[in-house]
């Protein structure tokens, strides 16, 4: 409740202080060399988000999570639901040193810590070259984001938010290069459809990127690359495996309209990538009596047109396969109360994403938009249960209506 109030007071002192500008904004009178030494500013990114589902698995999903579709669920029924829990508060400080160096300072709440609780999604400081702190981690590309009303994004974009250091520099006007150490994140022991026997164990090791850019006026075309070690708890015996990724994307502007895309794959990198983050997936025991690193691909590519001054669409074309080979033992739930146990066999996800919308901006700062989602998953099982030979393949597809409005000041 005490967080609530305080949420609420800032968003009311925001709205009393703004007027018509789009920030609150502080600019300090004292100078050096005829630049302020302090700016602040506190900004609102409020968002209305509804959504109807016509089918499929997601009904209890407030993103359209392609792989969280429940293939061997029975329920279709249509579900309606609107919150406000997207809505984002950003607060920035820069502070320009005697020097003449100037370090800039960044923290966002959302309110997406379940049932409206506030989270915060970032906490930085960037300076001369650096960047320390919480933000998108530099194995993604942090410019692309597809202009949808659906939050989950296309499968195997990287979209993940972690601490880290990066140092990043020019090699001339058009390269630019970035290595990061990223905050040890572990993803392979929460139990969803996979359920190895794997506990977890203290990280020590932190996950490593390198990234170069190529940036021009039209846009940029950027490649970058994952190395981790991630240590495991198998059988009471400590070990660990490598995991390793590859992500090339881009973005192309002609005026207001913008092609974008993104290509990823590797090797125990699932805990980056959008729809299979957070399930478990980075690792699995095979029959060889160790953990090997699960293989994914996949990728994603938007195009948003600007046909008329107030009016635009988005189109959006994603796919993610990822799969477990010579796996030991996986027990997949068929129910809430009813599982199913596969021994040694492989099992082979393929999830597929489409959506197309229309947008209005009836002034700068406010957008309204109704969109068509739709999903598919589809998992084969090849292996042994209950002790005879089973090779199943079971799929389905998920469509949900998005609306709503967005509006930063």
């Not at 669409?313 to 199913?340: A, M």
Request: negative net charge; glycine residues 10%.
């Amino acid at each position: 409740m005490k967080t609530k109030l305080i949420t609420f007071t800032l968003l009311i002192f925001c709205l009393s202080m703004s007027g018509q500008d789009r920030f609150l904004t502080y600019i300090s009178k004292d100078t050096i060399a005829g630049i302020p030494k302090v700016r602040g500013s506190i900004g609102v990114n409020l968002k209305l988000n509804g959504y109807y589902d016509f089918f499929g698995g997601l009904q209890n999903s407030e993103t359209f999570n392609v792989g969280a579709i429940d293939v061997f669920g029975t329920d279709d029924s249509d579900n309606l639901k609107v919150d406000l829990y997207q809505t984002q508060i950003h607060m920035e400080a820069s502070v320009l040193t005697k020097s003449g160096k100037m370090v800039n300072g960044v923290v966002e709440f959302d309110f997406w810590g379940g049932n409206g609780q506030m989270r915060l999604r970032k906490a930085y400081v960037e300076f001369d070259h650096w960047v320390i702190g919480q933000t998108f981690v530099p194995y993604g590309d942090a410019e692309l984001w597809p202009n949808i009303m659906e939050w989950e994004g296309p499968p195997s974009g990287i979209w993940v938010r972690e601490p880290f250091v990066s140092y990043h520099n020019n090699i001339n006007k058009n390269w630019k290069y970035t290595l990061a150490f990223i905050a040890p994140t572990v993803d392979y022991d929460k139990f969803g459809e996979l359920e190895p026997i794997l506990n977890e164990t203290n990280q020590t090791t932190p996950d490593f990127t390198v990234a170069i850019k190529y940036q021009k006026n039209w846009g940029h075309l950027r490649l970058s690359s994952i190395v981790r070690n991630v240590k495991y708890s198998y059988l009471d015996k400590q070990s660990s495996f490598m995991g390793y990724g590859l992500a090339f994307s881009g973005i192309y502007i002609h005026q207001k309209n913008n092609l974008q895309f993104q290509l990823t794959g590797g090797k125990g990198v699932a805990a980056y990538n959008t729809t299979i983050q957070g399930f478990g997936y980075d690792g699995f025991p095979t029959i060889h009596g160790e953990v090997d690193a699960t293989p994914s691909l996949g990728g994603w590519v938007s195009y948003e047109w600007f046909y008329a001054p107030k009016f635009h669409s988005t189109l959006v074309l994603g796919y993610t396969q990822y799969f477990f080979e010579d796996l030991s033992r996986s027990v997949i739930s068929t129910s809430p109360k009813e599982s199913i146990t596969l021994i040694n066999g492989t099992v082979n996800n393929r999830h597929n994403y489409g959506i197309i919308n229309l947008m209005y901006d009836p002034f700068e700062g406010l957008t309204f938009g109704v969109e068509l989602d739709y999903g598919r998953k589809k998992m084969s099982m090849d292996g042994f249960i209950d002790g005879e030979y089973n090779n199943d393949v079971k799929s389905r597809d998920a469509m949900r209506a998005s609306f709503g409005c967005m509006y930063s000041f």
